[in-house]
């Protein structure tokens, strides 16, 4: 019989719905219900295309008599992290802080009122690696919530103490400056991996805030050491297994340094980035292999991710059903044996793949398998034939039983995609993906934005065209202003950099704090027991820096000094933390490096049928100077009317053609209508 589960829309929680578990979703009934029988919470926080969520759910939440234990002794809340970050960052904090480590699935154990006392992750069902079974950690936690409840609650007050005190102030610490920048940088280089490319050892995740900022960094520099650490890691990822050789796009993160076996959920997010570092990094070297993969990254996204409303999926499960054994395991889809490939290409084709993608008789995976991937040592083989080799083995992989996908649009991860697709669409003269940039746009306005006077806000998530009932957090705010930012300037729609002002207005509102710091959440959020404010980059930009990034943007276009004093103050983080701990602040990083470049303000005037126009326009949006804003259109008279940006305002044309300034820091360049010389004035570019 389906529990309460049954009536939400997140799919995680869904796939929960019919377990013996008597689970509720987060909810003052739910808390209202535990102190009403006298009894803890059991907290389990994950995701839908979490491997050990599933793991943990079968051996755990599936099995009758674990279940019946939890129903008859604690409360079961169960939470979907991508619905709802506040919930999953309180409470990692607080397993963090008191385990040294954190991840998914989450399993804390909470008073009526909220409070933590005992913590984990992943519990398996018989007792391994040193790690007690699930049944006896909540056999222990019931004995201890009866017969010493004195303990519990002092334990659930000191670590909700240490968790207020950890009031982050970082408004007063300054803007970043060159030199806390030099000093991010040499930390990076520190942490680098010179053979593999990527920081740190296994596991290795994308680092893609980083390597913005590393692009970021050679623009406005010229430091080669930046431009070469991010061109070696795009290129060994490109390469490795944590890249689908076949579909295009990336898994979340590689188990092992090389880049070799990926953990194989594919999120939205990560590939959102990563398509937009790699057009960044063909933007700076004129890098065929850094196109290819971009545009093939954003394929990918269109092509399976893509929702019927217009927007993006959150993600594609790792696991998927093995045709050979029907068990549903991870990396199923995407892994071949030389007898999988002899059969779809024949002997002789088979070899030379096997060959190309690193596809051995002892596997690189599991059971004899291997992931694909393109060994620097592999043999030179003629293009039309390893596409068609491409072609084939997609269209045989086609007929596999597919990952399940997420369905849920994330507001977040829509800016994200908004930003990738629009900029690639431009760069590549891919209009298709524009028109899938601004279709997902129209649906974040149409269904997640609620403009209503003294409620206005946006929400974290739809599905199927219904809105969620889970108000949006900062990033949301901050990387949708980022998103339409971005298609505002491809597009040179004006309406797109109004959007993006609302948001940013609601962010200096509703999440900024009295020394110019921000929260995660907004001032009317649901108050839980401590106010989430975190400034480091997880997966994705944090909020604090996406906003940081969206104000300084739109204080560039319209000259706000509102604006632009709110995104410094902001960044008195990366003051604070980007010399110590660089890969964590990332794209903190990058809006800083935004801030010392200006960022540059490109007015670009002109008829829109004239095709010089469109060729000073590409100049502009091809430039590498960091983070600067493009504005195009017809001028804009001193009464308003005419252009739909603000900085188009009182722009003539020289010569009646159409004609670009550049300006910063309060000094504008010689207006010019030769795209080369537009190009000299933005740094180099690589048409």
Not at 131 to 141: A, R, Y
Not at 590 to 616: I, K, M, T
């Amino acid at each position: 019989m389906p529990n309460r589960l049954a009536h939400e829309t997140s799919p995680y929680l869904l796939q929960h719905a019919d377990n013996p578990v008597d689970w509720w979703p987060w909810s003052p009934e739910a808390f209202a219900q535990a102190r009403e029988r006298g009894v803890p919470v059991v907290l389990s926080v994950g995701y839908s295309s979490c491997h050990w969520c599933h793991v943990m759910a079968h051996e755990s939440f599936e099995d009758e008599l674990a279940a019946a234990y939890m129903n008859e002794h604690f409360v079961n809340i169960k939470v979907d992290r991508e619905e709802r970050p506040d919930v999953d960052a309180v409470y990692m904090e607080a397993v963090q802080a008191a385990t040294g480590q954190g991840g998914w699935p989450m399993t804390v154990f909470l008073t009526p009122d909220a409070e933590p006392f005992y913590f984990g992750t992943y519990f398996p069902p018989e007792p391994r690696h040193g790690m007690p079974s699930f049944m006896e950690v909540l056999e222990g936690v019931r004995t201890a919530w009866v017969g010493r409840p004195e303990e519990v609650a002092e334990v659930a007050q000191r670590i909700v103490r240490d968790l207020a005190g950890r009031q982050l102030e970082y408004g007063k610490a300054g803007t970043p400056g060159p030199e806390e920048l030099a000093q991010a940088l040499l930390g990076l280089t520190r942490d680098y991996d010179p053979v593999r490319g990527g920081f740190g050892g296994a596991p290795k995740f994308p680092p893609s805030m980083v390597l913005e900022f590393l692009l970021r960094h050679h623009a406005r520099t010229g430091g080669e050491g930046a431009l070469q650490m991010a061109a070696e890691t795009c290129e060994a990822m490109a390469r490795g297994g944590i890249y689908d050789q076949l579909g295009g796009g990336f898994a979340r993160y590689s188990v092992d340094r090389e880049w070799v076996v990926p953990h194989f959920e594919k999120m939205l997010y990560d590939n959102a980035l990563l398509c937009r570092v790699y057009a960044h990094l063909w933007r700076a070297t004129g890098s065929d292999l850094a196109r290819r993969v971009a545009l093939e990254t954003a394929d990918f996204m269109v092509r399976e991710l893509r929702t019927a409303e217009g927007g993006f999926a959150s993600a594609l499960d790792a696991d998927s059903e093995d045709p050979q054994t029907g068990e549903h395991v991870e990396g199923a889809y995407y892994a071949w044996a030389p007898a999988q490939l002899a059969e779809v290409l024949g002997a002789d084709d088979a070899a030379l793949a096997a060959a190309y993608f690193g596809v051995t008789d002892e596997g690189t995976f599991e059971h004899g398998k291997s992931v694909l991937q393109l060994p620097q040592d592999g043999p030179v083989v003629d293009a039309g034939t390893i596409a068609g080799i491409r072609r084939r083995l997609l269209a045989a992989r086609s007929e596999r039983p597919a990952p399940g996908r997420d369905d849920k649009i994330v507001a977040a991860w829509n800016g994200l995609a908004i930003a990738a697709l629009a900029e690639c669409g431009a760069y590549f003269d891919r209009p298709d993906l524009v028109e899938r940039a601004t279709e997902a746009a129209d649906l974040l306005v149409r269904v997640h934005f609620d403009a209503a006077a003294g409620r206005a806000r946006l929400a974290r998530t739809s599905k199927d065209g219904r809105v969620g009932a889970n108000a949006g957090v900062l990033e949301d705010y901050g990387d949708v202003a980022e998103g339409f930012l971005a298609l505002a300037a491809v597009t040179g729609e004006g309406v797109w950099l109004e959007f993006a002002g609302f948001l940013v207005d609601l962010v200096l509102d509703r999440f900024t704090a009295e020394d110019g710091s921000l929260y995660d959440t907004a001032h009317d959020a649901e108050r839980l027991i401590r106010r989430p404010q975190d400034p480091t980059d997880t997966a994705a930009p944090s909020g604090w820096t996406a906003a940081a990034g969206a104000l300084l943007s739109y204080a560039a276009h319209t000259g706000s000094e509102a604006h632009r004093t709110a995104a410094e103050r902001a960044l008195g983080v990366v003051h604070a933390l980007g010399p110590r701990v660089p890969r964590f602040i990332g794209h903190g990083l990058a809006v800083a490096e935004a801030l010392l470049d200006g960022p540059r303000e490109v007015a670009v005037v002109g008829h829109p049928e004239d095709p010089a126009l469109a060729r000073l326009h590409r100049a502009a949006l091809l430039g590498t100077a960091p983070g600067a804003v493009v504005a195009v259109g017809l001028p804009r008279a001193a009464d308003g009317s005419g252009g739909e940006f603000p900085l188009l305002a009182e722009r003539t044309l020289v010569h009646d053609l159409p004609t670009a300034y550049v300006c910063r820091h309060f000094v504008c360049a010689r207006p010019t209508t030769d795209p080369v010389e537009l190009a000299d004035q933005l740094g180099v570019v690589h048409p």
